[in-house]
Structure formats: structure tokens, C-alpha cells
């Protein structure tokens, strides 16, 4: 019965959010709690010779203050889960202790009455820095620049060369080869929210309580518990609502173990607000490579290898994910082609600026930007079609599960159909015939393809650093309200929904009479978290194995009180019954105690005797007041499912970009932007619109506007949102969507995930409209982000 | 030296005696507990904490709360009426106009705003009013549609 899924079902948890009634962690507000402030360095590498805090506590209001070698020995290092052979793994200390490393770097920590009082106090902290050399270009820092970090001997974290083919003799054979340097600037995320902390110490129960905008709460538990050593059952992580994350709250961050440990020293709740300022500083960014690319092909088009040799940008420290970003980059670096050898080659370097980490795409749109610039270039060398060059190289539906050189096998996919679907919603003939007339008039139209596959659903455990399954507890609760606690916590996806529409349907209830709960570890069974276009994929599948598994049960408490065999009995409709047919003519069934009829008192007999159906919240009654079960059967009626998918999930589509630049003042338009995705089954189309517009604005930012730009000084020019420019409404196009709907293979459900496609997919098509509008000039290539200057200097020559 | 302020916010009136730095969004968030307005970045580009500030929208993280004194404010916590929601609510409801919902009750407040000067504005004069606002979920255009059904609705009313 598909009563909900695949429909645009309206989100349950908007009236909070647009009533301004939700709660994010500042909104929490504690009786007693006390205000943390960070001092940081403004150096991007330097000596602390001293640290004067004698003003700051004698401020009025000040309560403590802690600086990096008080709580060296008391806290662990921030963790890092990378693992790869030879990894050089700076020691990362919550507080920095000698040394600074990058502009942002917390040096201590201020603890006051309030907020303000905390900000002052941290102004009066004098430290004393003697500055050292900077580096803050990869490859400069590769090329033995000023070294970083003193227990090592340079700045090279490790090198790694992937990849299967002959390389070489691809190559050798070649009719053509293409190269180009390409660069990857780096992003700030910029959540909405930024990050913050309340901590809140129970000194009888020695528990601990973090409030975290975080997008793991679990894994946040277990790290944090073993940075401040306390026993991880006495430590419980809440996210309350998450104001955006995009990867960078995908992290364990220095403040939330020390905000922990803090509240554990004073005995109240002590809270931490990041600014803007700090978030630019301080929160992970993404991105960040300077590589090469080459590409070997025949004549006609046929791709015959492909080598991406890269310089990644790591930041001064690793953060949780840190050096694995750039090895995803080289897992996707096939596209959507048939490459049969296809090597990268990583130098990964340490330089004085914040780490880099998962930022929306983590390492996968860098891979797809390389591709299809690559695949652009081609289709200029042999004055091919953009779009033909492309189709030439797909594998065909039946070549799936389709092996690449870079070590995966796609599960499904039709690439064809979707630049087809595309191309035909576009008018792409007549696009491009509008366009040599366009030129004609000396007008500067041009059009961008990306014909993007995406690695998602993060994944099978083995292909994880800590767990890549997810968990789901489903049950009925005695009043027939069902219960869902889902281990992939949200940060604005809409799982509280679109689980609930998964859960409706398999259940034969309104949508309604489901609530899911999610982000705390007190209540909510181990999991991994939401990032990597995995929630639905694997935590949806979770949620649907699960009630799986509480379906067999209620059949088996069904079969006893119908007093039916077991082949007879049937569920339909929310109701089991004694023969399938009789349950045909049902609805969705109805809690035992609706909404507004509860009685005062008790809870209803069960009133089944003699009954020829019963609906799943009867036998959940049943299940509970346990009267009358089959023999050796638990009462209650609940089940939880860890699900461990066997493969990634591939989805992928065709975005066209069409824009005009303006000779004048190089600004650039968009005239259209179509986007054909394929994520699967699709479970809400709504919420998938809403994935692929963010992303794509997302893209639009990286694509022609956002950078984050440090000086040779290593001081950080974008620091607020008025340097570091994200799009605003007036950046948008009109976007047409459609999708094709090819199924994944890889979960019961059939659904890929949507919460990348756009930033992987449309940087590409944006960059390639712009670059096509421009080749009159002879352009064959721009690194992002363009602007109108660019733009308005390659016209008019300068 | 703290000052007194006396002002109205969502019909209720307050005397609260404040330290003259502190700003509006503090005032409303840790003073009177209405925290449906947020923070976003503290420099007034965000358009968070957009509230209405005697008919205008404002951007209370760059207006102290002393300034508003004698004033009447409209939050977020005021838009719904005897449990109705107001048109842009529901248009941000029903058209899916948000996603984590950090920036909502600020583009909410802009976009009532935006539909008091302008009861039928084009898609480009909504892109415009919308300026001052960041979102980072969305992408825009869901809001953008939110906005023409809040537009549509009131024009039937």
C-alpha cells in the first residue's frame, strides 16, 4: 500500500519551526548556567611564550579560566578517524599549548556569569606570541616550506597513489591526451546555525549531559567520552534541532569535550555560542585542492585513461575526517564513463589555516568537477558536442553492476536517459542554434553539461572508518501510537516525515500516529548519524526492515487470537486477518485510543474475542497487557534493526546550465537551468526538490562567488559574511526539475539519496555554460569561483 | 549603569531594566525567553533575527534594546493568531520553504514585510526583498513560491 510514500507529503516537523517554537541549543536555557568565550590566536603560527590571565580573573563575573597547558593532561586529543598507512597524525589538543598553528586557534577559555561578561573578560587575556614563518600554500608546504609541526620532519601528512588500469600505456597508445590545472578553492559550510555547546554536569549521578548542534550525536558520545575519560553510559548527547550542517557539524570539535570537562569542574551548566566569526575561523572547510588532470582518448571520443594528481590542502591539524576527504575524490574519478585505467596521485600537506573536512560532497565534487571539465576539454579538442562526447563513453543500462578503474561497482543506472530527459526538456538543438545566433549578434550565450554519478548511502562498514550501517527501533506503543528512534539524526533533511510516510504505508496507519524520535543517546539506540546522502538509504531501510520484523511478530500474536492457521492469515490495510480478502475494503486503522477521545483512567480491554481481523494497535494492546500470547512470545510489541548495506548506491543525472555574460560589465546570467536526477525511488518528492535546489545554490556559491581566502600571512581576509559571499535570492535562476527513476539494487527500498546531487552535479555545468559562453575568446577552461572581473578581463583583454 | 526600557512585544507590554549595550535579539531571547528570533552572524548580512520593529523589519542583532524603547515589536511567536497561521507560514508550510529552519522566523518576518508594500510582487521583486536574508537549505526557490502563496492567499481573503 503506498498511501504516503512517493507522495509530496507536507513536513510534520514545520508548525514548530515556523511558529518559532523549535528549540536549537542556544534556545535551551538552564537555571545557573555560566558562559564560556574562547580567546584566539590571531597569528597563523607563532610560539606562546607566556599567557597573562591575572586581569581576566579578577574580572567581576569571571568565574574561571583555563588556558592550554592547564588542561593538557586532563583532556585527550581531538580525535582524527582516518586511517591510511603511514598517516602522519599531528597531536591535536583542545587548547593550543606551545605553539599556534592557524588564524582561529584556541589559545584559552574564559568561564562568566554571562555572555557578555565572558567576552570582555577574554579581551583582558594578554598573550605573549613571538611570530614564525608561515606557510599557507599547499605547494609550497609540500615543496618543504616553513615545517609545521616539530615532530615531524616536513609538512607532508601522506601520499597515496590509487587506481587499476595500465596507466602507462594508456597513455603511450593514445591518439590525444588533454591536461589542465584545476583548482578547488576552499569553502566555509556555513550552517545558518553555527555550532554550539551546553554542558550540564550531575555531580550526584555523575552523568554528563552535552546539548551539541552536532550530526552525530553517537559518535560525538563515544569520542567525547574518551577525550574527558568518563564512562560513556554516564555521558548522553542531545541534538535538539540542527540548524544546518552540510558536513561541518559532521565533526568532533575541541569546544564540546572541553565544555564537558568544564561543567564537570564547576558543577553547573556552561554553555558556548560560536559567532560567525568564529565559524569561518574555526568549523571545518571543504575543498581545498590544487590538481592535475589529464585525460588520454581516441579520436573519436573514446576515453582510454585518465591520471588526477593532487596537492590537498589539509589544514594545520586533522580534524575527525580530515585526510580521507581527498581519497573519495579518487574513488569517483570513472564519472559516469567507461575509463579502463585511471590513477591518482594524493600529496597531502599540512599548512596554517583550518582543517579542511566533509563539506557537502566531501571530495566527490571535486572528483566529478575534474571529470567533467576533462570531458568538456575533450569535446573542445576534437570539436565534438559536449553532450555527444559524453554519451559516447556511458556504460549501458546492462552493464551494470558496472566495475570501475577506481575500484567500485555501480549498482544501477541509465545515464543516457537522463541527458536524453534533460536535453529534450532543455531543447538542446535549438539551444544551441539560438546560440550561434546569439553570436552572430555578438551576444554571449553558452551552455554547460555535467553528466554526474555520485557515491552515496555511506556505506558498508568495511568502506567506513567507524560504522557505516544505521539503526532503527520501531514500536507500537499499548495505545497504538507508533513509536520510531532512528539513529540517523536530521539537521533539516526531513526524516521525521519522510520515515514517517516509509513506516504509514508498511503499517496501514495515518501518518499522523507516528512520531520519530532521533538525536539523544538516552533514548534512542546506537547509530551513526545523517551525512552522506545516507539517512533514507540506510536509516530508512533500517526503519523498514524493522517493522518488518514487528509485522512477523503481531502475525504470529495475530494468528493466536484468531485462532487461524498461520498461512491464513493476511496483513492489509493496517489489519491482519483471518482471510486476506476480508481486509481488502480497509483503510488506514485507527490508534485504540484516537487522538482526542482518551479516556481518563485506563487503558481499554482488549475487545477481540471473535473477531475475524485485528488492526496492528489491537494486538499492540494485546502484545502489552500480555493476557493472551502464544506461548514463549515476549510481550510488548517493538523491534529493532541494525542495517548494513552490502554496496554504496549510485545515483547520477544531467544537469544544463545556459547563461549569458555581458560584455559590458561581465556579469554573468542565468537564462535557464535544468537538473534531471535520478536518486532512486523516490520516497518525498518535495524534500527532493528541496535537496537538489540547495545544492545547486550551493554549487552556484562555490561555482561564482565563495572562497575563503587567507593572506601570505596566513590571516584570513573572508572572515565575516560580508568578504565570504554565499548566494542570496536575487543569484537564483528558475530551476526546471525532472528525474528519472532508476531503482537501487542495494536496499529493499530502492532509494539512492539526494542530499549532494546538487553540489556534485552542477559546479561542472555552471563552470562549463560559462567557459562555452567565453570560447569565442579562445577559452578552454576557468577556476572557480568566476567573476564578472574574470569575465570582464578575458572580453576586453586585460 | 543599567537604563530602564519599557516597550510592547506581540501586544505584551514589558519594563525591564537593561545595560545600555545590550542588544534587541538578546533582550527578546535571554530576557523575555522568546527565542524563535536567531543569531546567524552577530553583522546584520543574515537576516536571522529579523523582527518588526514598529511596522519596519529590522534586524535586531544591529538594534539595542534601548533603542526600542517605548516601541512595539512584532516576533516570530507573534505571526500566529488565536491559532491561525499567518499567510506566510502557511505558505512556507505548504511550499516547502524551509529545511533545517534556522533562518525561517527572520525570512518569515522579511517576506510579511515585503507583502505589506507590495500585495502582488513578481518573482524579481520577491528575489530582491529577500535580499537581506541568507539561507543555506533551501536554495531559494522554495521560498520564493512560499512568498507567491502567501501573496496568492491574501489576495483572495
Redesign the interface.
Known amino acids: 500500500m503506498t498511501n504516503y510514500v512517493g507522495q509530496r507529503v507536507k513536513r510534520t516537523e514545520d508548525p514548530r519551526l515556523i511558529k518559532g517554537l523549535a528549540h536549537y541549543v542556544d534556545d535551551i536555557s538552564l537555571p545557573g548556567t555560566l558562559h564560556v568565550a574562547f580567546v584566539r590566536s590571531y597569528f597563523a603560527h607563532a610560539k606562546i611564550n607566556g599567557i597573562d590571565t591575572s586581569a581576566a580573573e579578577s574580572a567581576p563575573g569571571v568565574v574561571a579560566v583555563y588556558t592550554g597547558k592547564e588542561v593538557a593532561d586532563k583532556i585527550g586529543p581531538v580525535p582524527c578517524a582516518g586511517a591510511l598507512p603511514d598517516l602522519k597524525v599531528p597531536d591535536h589538543r583542545v587548547l593550543a599549548t606551545n605553539k599556534v598553528y592557524f588564524l582561529g586557534h584556541p589559545v584559552a577559555v574564559v568561564v562568566a556569569t554571562d555572555r557578555y561578561t565572558a567576552r570582555d573578560a577574554a579581551d583582558l587575556i594578554i598573550v605573549d606570541y613571538e611570530e614564525l614563518p608561515v606557510v599557507t600554500d599547499v605547494e609550497q608546504a609540500a615543496a618543504g616550506g616553513p615545517v609545521i609541526h616539530d615532530a615531524f620532519s616536513d609538512n607532508i601528512a601522506y601520499r597515496l597513489t590509487s587506481g587499476e588500469g595500465d596507466i602507462d600505456a594508456a597513455f603511450s597508445a593514445a591518439d590525444r591526451t588533454v591536461k589542465q590545472r584545476i583548482l578547488h578553492k576552499r569553502l566555509a559550510p556555513i550552517a545558518m546555525e553555527p555550532r554550539g555547546v551546553l554542558a550540564r554536569y550531575f555531580p550526584g549521578e555523575e552523568e554528563l549531559t552535552l546539548w551539541s548542534s552536532t550530526q552525530i550525536p553517537h559518535l560525538m558520545r563515544t569520542q567525547v567520552a574518551l577525550m574527558i575519560g568518563m564512562p560513556e553510559n554516564k555521558l548522553r548527547v542531545i541534538t535538539p534541532e540542527v540548524g544546518g550542517g552540510f558536513g561541518s557539524k559532521l565533526n568532533v570539535y575541541a569546544e564540546e569535550a572541553l565544555l564537558g570537562w568544564i561543567s564537570m569542574q564547576l558543577g553547573k551548566p556552561v554553555k558556548w555560542i560560536e559567532t560567525r566569526r568564529e565559524n569561518i575561523q574555526a568549523t571545518i572547510h571543504g575543498r581545498g585542492q590544487v590538481g592535475d588532470i589529464e585525460v588520454a582518448f581516441k579520436n573519436d571520443g573514446t576515453l582510454t585513461g585518465l591520471r588526477y594528481s593532487v596537492f590537498a590542502d589539509l589544514g594545520a591539524y586533522h580534524q575527525l575526517l580530515t585526510p580521507a576527504i581527498p581519497t573519495l575524490t579518487g574513488l569517483m574519478l570513472s564519472g559516469a564513463y567507461k575509463i579502463p585505467a585511471i590513477q591518482m596521485n594524493i600529496t597531502a600537506c599540512f599548512t596554517n589555516k583550518m582543517a579542511t573536512d566533509a563539506y557537502r560532497g566531501a571530495g566527490r565534487p571535486e572528483a566529478t568537477y575534474v571529470v567533467e571539465r576533462a570531458l568538456d576539454l575533450v569535446a573542445a579538442e576534437l570539436g565534438m558536442d559536449a553532450a555527444e562526447v559524453r554519451r559516447k563513453n556511458f556504460p549501458a543500462p546492462t552493464e551494470f553492476p558496472f566495475h570501475t578503474a577506481t575500484g567500485l561497482d555501480y549498482d544501477s543506472g541509465d545515464y543516457e536517459a537522463a541527458l536524453n530527459k534533460a536535453q529534450q526538456i532543455a531543447g538542446y538543438a535549438d539551444l544551441r542554434e539560438k546560440q550561434r545566433k546569439a553570436r552572430d549578434e555578438g551576444r554571449l550565450i553558452g551552455i554547460g553539461i555535467s553528466t554526474y554519478v555520485e557515491i552515496c548511502a555511506l556505506g558498508p562498514s568495511q568502506a567506513m572508518p567507524a560504522g557505516g550501517w544505521e539503526s532503527a527501533t520501531v514500536r507500537i506503543e499499548p495505545t497504538g501510537k507508533v513509536t520510531i528512534l532512528t539513529g540517523a539524526s536530521p539537521h533539516g533533511q526531513g526524516q521525521e516525515t519522510s520515515f514517517a510516510q516509509i513506516a504509514a504505508d508498511e503499517l496501514g496507519v495515518h501518518i499522523n500516529d507516528i512520531t520519530v524520535i532521533h538525536g539523544d543517546t538516552g533514548v534512542v539506540q546506537y547509530g551513526i548519524g545523517t551525512f552522506g546522502s545516507r539517512a533514507t538509504a540506510v536509516g530508512g531501510t533500517a526503519v523498514f526492515v524493522a517493522i518488518q520484523k514487528l509485522k512477523e511478530k503481531a502475525h504470529k500474536i495475530a494468528t493466536h487470537i484468531l485462532k487461524a492457521d498461520a498461512s491464513r492469515v493476511a496483513f492489509e490495510g493496517g489489519k491482519f486477518s483471518r482471510q486476506a480478502a476480508a481486509a481488502s475494503a480497509a483503510g488506514s486503522s485507527e490508534p485504540v485510543v484516537p487522538v482526542g477521545q482518551a479516556p481518563a483512567g485506563a487503558l481499554p480491554d482488549p475487545d477481540t474475542e471473535g473477531k475475524s481481523s485485528l488492526t496492528l494497535q489491537e494486538i499492540a494492546l494485546e502484545a502489552h497487557i500480555a493476557k493472551n500470547l502464544p506461548p514463549d512470545t515476549e510481550p510488548g510489541l517493538s523491534a529493532t534493526y541494525f542495517f548494513e548495506p552490502k554496496n554504496f548506491t549510485f545515483p547520477f543525472g544531467t544537469h544544463i546550465a545556459v547563461v549569458e555574460v555581458d560584455r559590458e560589465t561581465g556579469d554573468i546570467d542565468f537564462l535557464r537551468y535544468i537538473a534531471v536526477d535520478d536518486c532512486g525511488r523516490v520516497i518525498n518528492p518535495m524534500l527532493v526538490d528541496g535537496q537538489v535546489h540547495g545544492g545547486i545554490v550551493q554549487s552556484i556559491g562555490q561555482a561564482m562567488y565563495e572562497e575563503v581566502v587567507y593572506d601570505e600571512q596566513g590571516q584570513l581576509i573572508t572572515g565575516t559574511l560580508m568578504d565570504y559571499a554565499v548566494p542570496r535570492a536575487s543569484h537564483i535562476p528558475d530551476f526546471e526539475l525532472d528525474r528519472t527513476e532508476t531503482p537501487s539494487p542495494v536496499n529493499p527500498l530502492g532509494v539512492k539519496g539526494v542530499g549532494e546531487a546538487g553540489t556534485i552535479g552542477a559546479t561542472p555545468a555552471i563552470v562549463g555554460a560559462i567557459v562555452d559562453a567565453l570560447a569565442p575568446f579562445g577559452v578552454r577552461h576557468l577556476d572557480m569561483p568566476i567573476k564578472p572581473e574574470n569575465v570582464w578581463r578575458i572580453i576586453n583583454g586585460h | 549603569m543599567k537604563k530602564a526600557i519599557n516597550l510592547s512585544v506581540n501586544g505584551v507590554s514589558h519594563t525591564d531594566e537593561v545595560?545600555p549595550?545590550?542588544l534587541l535579539v538578546?533582550y527578546l531571547?535571554?530576557v523575555l525567553?522568546?527565542?524563535?528570533?536567531?543569531?546567524?552572524?552577530?553583522?546584520s548580512?543574515?537576516g536571522?533575527c529579523t523582527v518588526m520593529l514598529d511596522g519596519q523589519a529590522v534586524k535586531s542583532c544591529t538594534v539595542f534594546a534601548v533603542q526600542a524603547d517605548g516601541s512595539q515589536v512584532t516576533?516570530?511567536?507573534g505571526?500566529?493568531k488565536n491559532g491561525e497561521?499567518h499567510p506566510v507560514?502557511e505558505g512556507?508550510?505548504?511550499k516547502?520553504g524551509?529545511?533545517?529552519?534556522?533562518?525561517?522566523?527572520g525570512m518569515?518576518v522579511t517576506a510579511a514585510q515585503l507583502l505589506d508594500r507590495n500585495a502582488a510582487p513578481s518573482?524579481?521583486e520577491?528575489?530582491?526583498g529577500?535580499?537581506g536574508?541568507?539561507?543555506?537549505?533551501?536554495?531559494?526557490?522554495?521560498?520564493?513560491e512560499a512568498v507567491q502563496y502567501a501573496a496568492k492567499k491574501a489576495g483572495q481573503s
Open positions: 545595560e549595550r545590550m538578546h531571547r535571554d525567553d522568546l527565542t524563535g528570533t536567531h543569531v546567524g552572524c552577530e553583522t548580512l543574515c536571522a516576533t516570530i511567536e505571526f500566529a497561521l507560514q512556507f508550510w505548504e516547502h524551509l529545511q533545517c529552519g534556522y533562518c525561517t522566523p518569515i518573482r524579481e520577491i528575489c530582491h529577500l535580499e536574508n541568507l539561507c543555506r537549505c533551501t536554495g531559494y526557490q522554495h521560498i520564493i
